[in-house]
């Protein structure tokens, strides 16, 4: 199969379990680029917590992206142009924050500079979530956010928690937002026309590649708007077992080099 761009995940994808890149799934990485495969990384994170990795891989170079925040943001990575943007409103904001109160679970919306909570006492996986993508957290009141452009929010707390709330969200929120659970204590929720796979479609449509010549890496449930779209769309084997059955091939587990098995195995071979 002829493969221009890859999209991968990072979690649970890309990097093992340990968070590290292995030396097969980097040689592979490499070997695509070097044949001209647009590798493309595909996070909820934003560029701030992926520059690292983008770093490592040799991605951080002219003429390479990167997609953030669920595909509410595509940059370029050299330059950090925005390519795509798809923020949230203020009223949305106010809304999203409303409801967090409501349902009594912590919340945090986040810019491309830094993570905002309303909560006095915040949350402790907002800590958590500013130390993994290596960002700021402010404490500002709602009418304090006025001016600010969040392009994604989030709701984070115990398991329990969150799955108690989750359930008493109004439908009305679904019809308005891309709501996507993407650990046991993550719920994130951006603009309904951002997600990975209308940011995978959108870039792939500006560097002129076609939909057949496309191919995602994913393992969990903010992978499946890409894996749908995609021409080859390709599950972990460690990842969600609802996936698997949208996928046109599993591949090894993060932990066995699971995206240079792809890469070598339905691109480059």
């Given at each position: 199969m002829s493969i221009k761009l890859v999209a991968i995940d990072i979690d649970g994808t890309l990097v093992n379990s340990d968070r590290q890149i292995t030396p097969e799934v980097y040689q592979a990485i490499q070997e695509a680029k070097a044949v001209g495969v647009k590798i493309v990384i595909t996070t909820g994170r934003p560029i701030a917590g992926v520059q690292a990795l983008l770093e490592e891989l040799g991605l951080n170079e002219p003429d390479n992206y990167v997609i953030t925040f669920n595909g509410a943001l595509v940059q370029e990575t050299a330059s950090s142009q925005e390519v795509i943007k798809?923020?949230?409103?203020?009223?949305?904001?106010?809304?999203?924050?409303?409801?967090?109160?409501?349902?009594?679970?912590?919340?945090?919306?986040?810019?491309?500079?830094?993570?905002?909570?309303?909560?006095?006492?915040?949350?402790?996986?907002?800590?958590?979530?500013?130390?993994?993508?290596?960002?700021?957290?402010?404490?500002?009141?709602?009418?304090?956010?006025?001016?600010?452009?969040?392009?994604?929010?989030?709701?984070?707390?115990?398991?329990?928690?969150?799955?108690?709330?989750?359930?008493?969200?109004?439908?009305?929120?679904?019809g308005r937002f891309t709501i996507v659970k993407s650990r046991p204590f993550y719920l994130e929720l951006t603009n309904k026309t951002s997600n990975k796979g209308t940011a995978v479609l959108h870039l792939a449509e500006k560097l002129g590649i076609a939909v057949e010549e496309?191919?995602?890496?994913?393992?969990?449930?903010?992978?499946?708007?890409?894996?749908?779209?995609?021409?080859?769309?390709?599950?972990?084997?460690?990842?969600?077992?609802?996936?698997?059955?949208?996928?046109?091939?599993?591949?090894?587990?993060?932990?066995?080099?699971?995206?240079?098995?792809?890469i070598r195995k339905w691109v480059l071979d």
């Open positions: 798809d923020a949230l409103s203020y009223d949305d904001y106010l809304d999203i924050e409303l409801l967090a109160t409501k349902l009594g679970v912590h919340s945090h919306a986040i810019t491309k500079d830094g993570i905002y909570t309303s909560n006095r006492n915040i949350g402790h996986y907002t800590v958590h979530e500013a130390t993994l993508v290596s960002m700021p957290i402010f404490y500002r009141t709602p009418e304090e956010n006025r001016d600010r452009e969040f392009v994604k929010t989030m709701y984070i707390d115990e398991p329990e928690i969150l799955d108690a709330a989750i359930a008493k969200i109004p439908q009305e929120f679904y496309t191919m995602a890496i994913g393992d969990e449930e903010n992978d499946r708007t890409m894996l749908e779209v995609v021409g080859h769309p390709i599950v972990m084997e460690n990842g969600n077992p609802e996936l698997k059955k949208i996928a046109e091939h599993i591949t090894k587990s993060n932990d066995d080099s699971g995206v240079a098995y792809a």
